[in-house]
């Protein structure tokens, strides 16, 4: 399975507006760029179209992300791609996916995002099959992704959208995907995914280390309980139409009220759900509690 990026479920990085009539994707054996041969269509989203890639040079399958044709003129979505991939290219973690190259594609002419490939399925579709996990292999996940975290926040970035369908597990390591809603730490967004969103993201707040700790805790809550806390809440608008965020009204539930675990195990997740950023552990905390937990060695 390749690991294309999430559907951009909630992102508010990007103008809205009629860009006319909806543009052809691009048929298999077509070029998205010259030396990117289209295997197939990924995903076509509301903004972007993701596709299976033969790289020409390397002789292998990537992944392209770009803009829709009808959105070519599109300047802040083509500046946030952009930015998405010169931020890929200069990270270096074996927990984050890997960027290739930006470059230019196809009629009209717009940006496309070039990432690497990875064997594998993503959490969320381990959790359709297997429902939850073990508590062992949820540490372990947890460890891996703390580790992603701490680096990508010493670089002075935000995630702002860890959940299900942006971790692949390959081969025994999680691999976080998909960096387009990542803001510099100390900016506001309202960016991110109902299911996942933090309180100050529900709230268009500043953004910290602590928001992506509350996506990680969610993250795991959803790994050990089979759901995120609030799915029953997805689509519910008020009378006025207006989206009811259940994290402004107080904190998930305790996880131990879905799933019998160990007390540490659990105290650890639902501490990373703290409603006030301040109150929450820090990424490097909620690792050596895991690390204590379950005595794994991440040296090892």
């Known amino acids: 399975m390749s690991a294309a990026p999430?559907?951009?479920?909630?992102?508010?990085?990007?103008?809205?507006?009629?860009?006319?009539?909806?543009?052809?994707?691009?048929?298999?054996?077509?070029?998205?760029?010259?030396?990117?041969?289209?295997?197939?269509?990924?995903r076509r989203g509301n903004r972007l179209d993701v596709y299976d890639l033969w790289s020409e040079e390397r002789d292998c399958r990537c992944i392209g992300k770009t803009l829709r044709p009808e959105r070519a003129a599109d300047p802040t979505a083509a500046e946030r791609l952009r930015e998405e991939g010169a931020l890929l290219g200069s990270l270096t973690h074996p927990n984050l996916v890997r960027g290739y190259e930006t470059l230019l594609s196809g009629e009209p002419e717009r940006p496309a995002v070039i990432t690497e490939t990875l064997p594998g399925a993503t959490l969320s579709h381990l959790l359709d099959e297997h429902e939850r996990l073990r508590p062992v292999d949820a540490a372990i996940l947890g460890v891996q992704l703390c580790s992603a975290l701490g680096y990508l926040h010493r670089k002075g970035w935000a995630h702002l959208d860890v959940k299900p369908s942006n971790v692949i597990s390959t081969g025994g390591r999680a691999v976080l995907l998909d960096l387009s809603l990542a803001c510099r730490i100390g900016e506001r967004s309202s960016a991110g995914t109902f299911d996942y969103l933090s309180p100050e993201q529900a709230r268009g707040g500043e953004m910290t280390a602590a928001t992506d700790v509350w996506g990680l805790g969610i993250t795991l809550w959803e790994a050990l309980s089979g759901a995120p806390p609030w799915a029953e809440h997805s689509h519910h608008r008020g009378a006025d139409g207006v989206r009811h965020y259940p994290q402004l009204t107080g904190s998930p539930p305790p996880l131990r009220t879905r799933r019998r675990l160990p007390a540490r195990l659990s105290r650890t997740v639902d501490a990373c759900l703290a409603p006030e950023p301040g109150a929450r552990p820090t990424i490097a905390e909620v690792a050596d509690r895991l690390i204590t937990w379950s005595g794994i060695d991440p040296t090892a």
Do not use: F
Request: glycine fraction near 14%; proline fraction near 16%.
């Open 6 to 42: 999430a559907p951009e479920e909630a992102s508010s990085y990007y103008d809205e507006g009629d860009w006319g009539p909806p543009g052809p994707a691009l048929e298999p054996g077509e070029h998205l760029a010259p030396g990117y041969r289209v295997i197939s269509l990924l």
